[in-house]
């Protein structure tokens, strides 16, 4: 995912593994994310709140220049209220109050219950779905251009970098949205508890400097290390694991994932090894085979009993994913 634009040419599927690895081509690396995860903290007491309300009504129907990830110039309403958020981080959008109407559905999520209503409109997007909506603002996760001057002819539509880092995709969404005491009172109450999450793990056996590492296999045997996307921008973050060298290497091509042989696993394997449990059958087999083989079972950290495994599609970077990551994560880590 190295700075560029992304490939569209692409069919969607079952995984967030396949949209990553096939709808974002090249792409800004994430880097670690030192961000931090909510519940969402009281803002400057009801007086306060009161007056961001009567803000949001006062600007209904408003309008106002906003520019986007790619450089357009559009017009979008001051206060959006019927959005279409199309891309992979819908927990983002979620995490800041906003529901949005239509969205890239793709069920296993954490938020499945909070987008029950919402509209799948498909990938590529559909034109005629996204009309039926009525929608106010889009948001497109993707620089394509032709699909860009497809979909913008419906709403105003911003592309958006949903590869970013998760404080500056709030930052993003909390000023598109008009929600910026939101956004922030999200990055600081997720920094005081990722803070606690790794204090509460050092304090149960995690050591200084250990490595980690995080694999998943793909459709067709294919085997992937994670790097600058999804659970190691947690894991990579700071006050928490380290990147193993081979790892640091595709982090610093600006990388989110490198496919890799089995042969080696054992230079990028780090102390401690997580495992993305995938969604299609042929790849849950070949997880199988891969635990199942010699290689596997002589790496140290699965000697050692330090195997972590998550759902694919639930370990996502979201930051609604994010929270849940954030109480999971000790349940596995502390035996």
């Avoid at 699909?147 to 419906?154: A, E, H, L």
Wanted: with cysteine; hydrophobic share 35%; proline share 5%.
């Amino acid at each position: 995912m190295k700075k560029g634009i992304r490939n569209t040419a692409v069919l969607l599927t079952v995984t967030w593994l396949s949209i990553l690895l096939l709808a974002c081509g090249n792409q800004a690396p994430s880097g670690t994310d030192d961000s931090k995860t909510v519940n969402e903290t009281q803002t400057d007491g009801d007086q306060s709140k009161q007056e961001q309300t009567a803000s949001a009504d006062n600007s209904e129907g408003e309008t106002r220049m906003f520019k986007d990830w790619t450089g357009h110039e559009v017009e979008v309403p001051v206060t959006p209220k019927r959005v279409i958020y199309h891309g992979e981080v819908t927990g983002d959008l979620l995490a800041l109050g906003v529901v949005p109407v239509g969205i890239l559905r793709q069920d296993g999520t954490v938020y499945d219950d909070q987008v029950a209503q919402a509209e799948d409109v498909g990938f590529p997007m559909s034109v005629e779905k996204a009309l039926t909506l009525n929608p106010d603002l889009i948001i497109f996760s993707n620089s394509d251009q032709a699909q860009y001057d497809q979909i913008s002819k419906v709403a105003p539509t911003v592309t958006f970098d949903s590869f970013a880092s998760l404080d500056d995709r709030m930052r993003t969404l909390g000023d598109l949205l008009n929600k910026k005491p939101e956004a922030e009172a999200w990055i600081t109450a997720h920094q005081k508890a990722t803070e606690e999450m790794w204090k509460q793990l050092h304090e149960n056996g995690l050591k200084e400097g250990e490595t980690a590492s995080v694999f998943t296999m793909y459709p067709g045997n294919r085997l992937f290390v994670m790097a600058g996307a999804g659970l190691p921008q947690l894991l990579y973050g700071a006050d928490g694991m380290k990147p193993t060298a081979e790892i640091q290497k595709v982090l610093d091509e600006g990388m989110g994932f490198a496919e890799i042989s089995t042969e080696k696993l054992p230079e990028i394997a780090g102390d401690r090894v997580f495992i993305l449990n995938p969604v299609t059958d042929d790849a849950k087999q070949s997880t199988k085979e891969l635990l199942d083989s010699p290689i596997w079972k002589n790496l140290p950290a699965v000697k050692e009993g330090k195997v972590y495994r998550f759902d694919l599609v639930k370990a996502s970077s979201d930051a609604t994913s994010r929270e849940w990551l954030l109480k999971e994560l000790p349940k596995q880590m502390i035996k």
